[in-house]
Each structure stands twice: as C-alpha cells, then as structure tokens.
C-alpha cells in the first residue's frame, strides 16, 4: 500500500462519495435539503387556512353587525357591504378548503390556490378603502404563498 492510500484512502472511494453527495443533492432527492424545500407546501396550506379564517371573519363582522365598517357610500367598489361581507364569507371558506388539501398533498390545489388568492387579493384590494391595514396584510400573506407555491412548489422530495 502507497503511503498516499494511507494518509487519503482509495481515491475511488473519495470519488465515490462525491458522485454520492452530488446525487443526494440534486432536486427531487429524498435528502434534508429536498424536506426543507417540500416544508413550502406545507407553510402554503398552513397560511391558506389562516388567510381563509382572515376572510371568514371579515365577512361574518359585516354580516353580523351592519354598522361594523363605516364607510361613505361611493367608497367601496362595485357592491355594497353586505355583498362585500358574502363574498369574503365564500372566498374565506373555499381558501380554507383549499388549504386543507394542500396540506393533504392534493396536486389541485396548488392551481386553485393560485387561482383564489389572486381573486382574494384583488377583492382586498377593492375592500382597500374599507379596511386598509387589515386587506394589506391579506393582500401581502396571499402574495407570499403564491410565490411558495409557484416558486418553490415544484421542487418535492422523493
């Protein structure tokens, strides 16, 4: 045996290990880094369900106390507050739903969520006038999950 083998090993089993290292790193590799990279789904599902109680509760304080938001009349784009109310009760529930099956792994609701929290921000956006702080949370959590989902959905493990 070579004093170099004694001091470093077979060089073939450094290569190996590299080719090994390499492997496991790469995307779709069951690895730590792959788990940490899938924990996006799962923190999109966790806020869909948070933003979906947001709206749920938005809509029900309108719902259930008329004089809840003070507005003047030509505030508010398109409906009044009591459509307002309805539609944020719906969206609220379908997000949460939605939430739900994202954190079960369902593949769909990775274009529903897409699809409801672009509606959802806008509809925030046009509530803007009503609650200004409140809809810009709203607004900035449904653009932070649709980034988790689109940008870093993709990359699963296994």
Do not use: K
């Amino acid at each position: 045996m070579s004093e170099h083998q004694q001091h470093y090993g077979d060089v073939a089993d450094v290569n190996d290990v590299s080719a090994e290292w390499r492997l496991a790193r790469s995307p779709g590799r069951s690895t730590r880094h792959g788990v940490v990279r899938s924990g996006w789904i799962a923190f999109a599902g966790a806020m869909m369900v948070l933003i979906g109680a947001f709206n749920v509760i938005e809509g029900l304080a309108g719902l259930i106390t008329d004089d809840y938001y003070l507005v003047a009349p030509t505030a508010v784009l398109v409906l009044d507050l009591t459509a307002w109310a309805w539609l944020h009760t719906a969206v609220g529930v379908l997000v949460v739903l939605t939430g739900a099956a994202l954190l079960g792994g369902a593949q769909w609701a990775r274009v529903v969520t897409v699809v409801l929290l672009i509606f959802n921000a806008t509809a925030q956006l046009a509530f803007l006038t009503v609650q200004p702080l409140w809809s810009l949370l709203v607004i900035g959590l449904c653009v932070v999950v649709i980034w988790a989902v689109i940008v870093r959905g993709g990359e699963e493990i296994g």
